[in-house]
């Protein structure tokens, strides 16, 4: 692109961003909606090869037709594509303040692991979306993860992801091997068909360079690194950072399996592991057996009609908390995605550091936050020693198809009956 080139179509460029292999990336502006926008343009000579410049064309347009299907919070919007003059150009979100991973894969600069498990299950729900929506990434490195410092998680670069469906042609890349050598699975190396699995794969290595600052199967020349990714098994994490859980170690060890059926089935059950890895972090197991806490559960109003059956799997995709006085359960203005109900004790609820209202045994809170991820509006802290089970909608899409429809139904009337009484409130 000329550096005298100010507009791209509707779009002003107003800075150079980034550049790589497949364009340059620009700070731009919509000027209709008043939006900053980042704006990736071709290379010209890339473009203008004769032997590679038809395959490039795909590969760059291909981001505009996989990406642009897709809409989650963690994968970058594409909102619009064209051709301006001679250059070829996508507009996508602009992420501000975001960096790649590939900076927390060194040593010096390895992250808390909370927030390593934070970010692999933002990665693993978008990538789950993504395959639902028959698109495979095929390029999941740490250069094409962009991570804020909120730990906002936005995946990008599509432009080699093949998108299942067989009327789609014209910007789909050629077969063949294509992707980043140390991240590509065993089967990307074989040229076998590949799917969702590759991705999660390729997501378990990133997720051990950022635990570890290390690749685990590092060689110096190229045959060997494909003969230690099909042959060769993975240092245990625990070797090059003590403090890794056990369970870590394990979840990236399935995921970085040679055998892509012994690997996770779904970017879901990736998903739902690394929360149960979270919550194991946040707090230590329960003192209490499964046999007394589903005694205690079962006895709640909120389970009323369930099968004892279904008691059991909503308490297996629950985690039990317990809290003391005056700690903190929800903080005002932080993000949540869970539904919580109190098994035994009380809490209070303060908005702006007023008491708005206390609960007690049996009552819920969290409603809105698991519907849809969003910032708390009101604190909740233990008022006496509080046991509750908190429950996200990650792990119960893991239950029996009728539990969870009679959960549904159940956290529908409660969140109904919250909204009522908030009116009444209101309205007094």
Not at 22 to 27: A, F, N, P
Not at 164 to 176: S, W
Not at 243 to 253: G, M, Q, R, S, T
Request: net charge negative.
């Amino acid at each position: 692109m000329s550096e005298e080139i100010l507009n791209l179509g509707k779009y002003e460029v107003l800075k150079e961003i980034d550049r790589g292999s497949m364009g340059i990336v620009y700070l731009g502006h919509d000027p209709y909606i008043d939006r900053q926008v980042a704006i990736k343009v071709a290379l010209a000579e890339s473009l203008n090869d004769q032997e590679s410049g038809e395959q490039y064309r795909k590969l760059f347009f291909n981001e505009a037709h996989t990406a642009g299907k897709l809409t989650h919070p963690n994968i970058v919007n594409i909102f619009d594509a064209g051709v301006d003059d001679d250059n070829c150009y996508i507009v996508m979100e602009y992420v501000k303040g975001g960096e790649t991973l590939k900076k927390f894969t060194k040593k010096a600069n390895l992250l808390p692991i909370d927030k390593v498990i934070e970010i692999a299950f933002k990665c693993a729900k978008a990538l789950d979306y993504a395959h639902r929506q028959g698109v495979t990434h095929r390029d999941i490195k740490p250069s094409n993860i962009l991570v804020t410092n909120d730990i906002d998680v936005k995946m990008c670069d599509f432009s080699i992801a093949h998108l299942n469906n067989p009327d789609i042609t014209d910007t789909q890349p050629d077969a063949g091997v294509m992707g980043s050598p140390k991240y590509m699975s065993p089967e990307q190396l074989h040229e076998e068909k590949v799917d969702g699995q590759t991705d999660i794969y390729s997501l378990g290595i990133v997720i051990y360079e950022l635990l570890t600052g290390a690749y685990p199967f590092r060689a110096e020349k190229f045959s060997d690194l494909v003969s230690n990714i099909i042959n060769k098994e993975a240092a245990p994490m625990k070797s090059l950072r003590s403090e890794i859980p056990d369970v870590l170690d394990d979840i990236v060890k399935k995921a970085i399996s040679k055998n892509r059926t012994d690997r996770y089935q779904s970017g879901l059950d990736l998903a739902t592991d690394l929360n149960d890895a979270f919550e194991s972090l946040e707090k230590p197991e329960a003192e209490i057996d499964k046999e007394e806490q589903f005694n205690l559960i079962r006895a709640l109003d909120f389970f009323y009609g369930f099968p004892e059956p279904e008691v059991w799997e909503i308490l297996n995709a629950s985690t039990w908390k317990n809290y003391d006085e005056g700690e903190n359960i929800i903080v005002e203005g932080e993000l949540d995605d869970c539904f919580y109900i109190i098994v035994s004790g009380m809490v209070v609820v303060k908005k702006n550091n007023k008491i708005i209202r206390t609960l007690e045994l049996g009552d819920c809170f969290g409603e809105m936050g698991y519907l849809a991820k969003t910032k708390r509006t009101a604190s909740i802290s233990a008022e006496v020693a509080t046991s509750l089970i908190k429950i996200n909608s990650t792990v119960i899409s893991q239950v029996s198809l009728n539990c969870q429809v009679r959960f549904l139904k159940v956290f529908l009337r409660t969140l109904i009956h919250r909204l009522s009484a908030t009116t009444e409130v209101i309205s007094q």
